[in-house]
C-alpha cells in the first residue's frame, strides 16, 4: 500500500507541477539560497490570489496526508485526498501559465517546500 500511495503521490505532484522533473519550469534548479524568502518574488494580482488559494489548500491537504500516512485504511483521508487532488487539478491551466514567470515559478517552489518539510 505504501509504494501505491508513494507512486499516487508522485503522480499528482507531477500533474500539478511541483516536481522540477514536470518541466514547465523548463529545468532551471532552483538552489536553497534562491529559495529562502517568498518576498524576493513579487507577484501580480492573479498570481497572488493563485498563490493564496494554493497556500489554503496546502493548509487543508498536509493535516489530510498526514492522517492517511498514519493510517493509510482512513476512508475519510481517502476521500478527502481525491477532493483535494480534483479541486487541484482545476489549477493547472492557469497554474502552468504562471510557471512561466521566473518569480512566479521560484514562489511556488518555495511555498510547495513548506509542503514537503511538513509531510515528511
Do not use: C, H
Amino acid at each position: 500500500m505504501s509504494n501505491e500511495y508513494e507512486e499516487s503521490r508522485r503522480n499528482f505532484l507531477t500533474k500539478l507541477g511541483l516536481t522540477l522533473g514536470a518541466g514547465v519550469v523548463a529545468g532551471e534548479k532552483l538552489s536553497a539560497k534562491v529559495m529562502n524568502s517568498k518576498a524576493e518574488f513579487p507577484l501580480n494580482t492573479d498570481q497572488q490570489q493563485l498563490m493564496d488559494r494554493y497556500e489554503n489548500w496546502m493548509d487543508e491537504f498536509i493535516p489530510v496526508i498526514k492522517a492517511f500516512r498514519e493510517n493509510p485504511e482512513d476512508k475519510a483521508a481517502q476521500i478527502r485526498i481525491a477532493k483535494l487532488s480534483e479541486e487541484a487539478e482545476t489549477w493547472r491551466p492557469q497554474l502552468t501559465e504562471f510557471m512561466k514567470d521566473e518569480n512566479f515559478a521560484r514562489y511556488y517552489m518555495t511555498a510547495t517546500e513548506r509542503m514537503t518539510k511538513e509531510i515528511y
